[in-house]
């Protein structure tokens, strides 16, 4: 059957205000670094937009009833798990979302336990609101990463450890945490009452052969705060319009995240960004399958690609998104030195693993959300680049 949607169409971002193409002048660079996929979003989404867009009128907006539906039908739908309209609460972005859960239930000189190598920004919480941070570094072996249970049950054991932040799937390393896995955290978090915070921004982007779990679901068996975030600005690429919610079927966890919204002014999310949060669950399912095999296409070119021309660097299992980890180790040289090649030398500019914390020394995170064609060219300049 003829695909409906052309994930091969070459746009031109350029001179758009892009991050992504618009942080360097130099017009030879190909970036394949920051999470941003080169696809237009559905177009289900543009034409829900457009016509709010049409309107001509941008007052001050509630946030409809379609909202809540969407994202209770989507969550059933796709993660096969029922939630209600009362434990969802609208935010303004996934950023700011976490930010505004953490200074609501950590205080300055506790301690937030994060799982290196994992998503920068995590770092950056630390940075601006004057948390400890505790790192509880994944186990790489056999070229996988796993959790290391028993420095995790050590670490949460601190009377100054409050809160896990959980990347669940995990960004950078491209795990599906495991239904066990989950639980076995839960069971310690709960057993010293370490509240669980779970980013679910790439939860949809899960492949063939590994399915999602809410950590809320998981929560629900143990006696355990916690609270699940999602967004449809991954899937869809909408970062640009950044919009976000919170799951917790505690009202009272709610009512509090919801009082730093209203203390940071950040309530309401933007009435162009809800519209297309509705269009995206709404009508957007099958722009997302076509995306997933669109993008696992692309990641079997990159293994048989690497194979063939760089035998010397391991490609990690991508279980979800479009970020694929790979090992460099054995070219000695430490991940800025390798990034900084790629872009001095090639034009070609990826994420040093050490962005992601030390554990990440001798790693590099390549974006393959991109059409096949710059995929061809990136992966040709990484092989000139290392040989």
Not at 238 to 266: A, R
Not at 325 to 351: F, G, M, Q
Request: with cysteine; proline share 5%; aromatic share 12%.
């Amino acid at each position: 059957m003829a695909n409906k949607y052309n994930f091969d169409e070459i746009i031109d971002r350029r001179g758009t205000d892009s991050v992504k193409w618009d942080l360097t002048t130099d017009a030879e660079v190909l970036p394949m670094w920051v999470a941003d996929m080169d696809f237009k979003t559905a177009p289900e989404i543009t034409e829900a937009i457009l016509k709010k867009a049409s309107h001509g009128v941008f007052g001050y907006s509630i946030t409809p009833p379609q909202f809540y539906d969407a994202i209770i039908d989507w969550w059933k739908d796709i993660h096969q798990y029922n939630i209600r309209k009362e434990w969802i609460l609208p935010g303004p972005g996934m950023i700011p979302t976490l930010s505004a859960i953490l200074r609501t239930f950590v205080k300055s000189g506790e301690n937030i336990i994060i799982q290196p190598p994992v998503y920068n920004h995590f770092y950056y919480f630390f940075n601006n609101c004057g948390f400890g941070l505790v790192e509880n570094n994944l186990i790489y072996e056999d070229g996988n990463y796993q959790i290391d249970f028993d420095d995790l049950e050590f670490k949460a054991s601190d009377p100054k450890a409050k809160l896990l932040l959980l990347c669940n799937p995990h960004n950078p390393v491209g795990r599906v945490w495991k239904r066990s896995e989950l639980e076995k955290m839960a069971e310690i978090c709960s057993r010293h009452q370490v509240m669980v915070v779970s980013d679910e921004i790439h939860a949809d982007l899960v492949f063939e052969g590994h399915q999602h779990i809410p950590f809320i679901s998981i929560a629900e068996n143990y006696n355990l705060e916690s609270v699940t975030c999602g967004s449809p600005c991954k899937t869809f690429n909408l970062s640009g319009l950044p919009i976000s919610y919170v799951i917790s079927d505690n009202k009272n966890t709610l009512d509090k995240i919801d009082k730093t919204f209203e203390i940071q002014e950040t309530s309401y999310p933007n009435p162009i960004s809800a519209t297309a949060l509705i269009a995206a669950y709404q009508n957007g399912k099958e722009w997302m399958n076509e995306l997933k095999i669109y993008l696992s296409e692309n990641y079997q070119y990159l293994i048989e690609f690497i194979a063939e021309n760089l035998p010397q660097i391991k490609v990690l299992p991508l279980e979800a998104t479009y970020l694929v980890w790979l090992d460099c180790r054995s070219l000695n040289r430490t991940s800025e030195e390798l990034a900084k090649l790629l872009l001095e030398e090639e034009k070609l500019w990826v994420n040093p693993g050490t962005m992601y914390g030390s554990a990440g020394e001798g790693f590099l995170r390549i974006n393959i959300g991109c059409p096949r064609e710059l995929l061809c060219e990136g992966l040709r300049r990484l092989e000139i680049a290392f040989k």
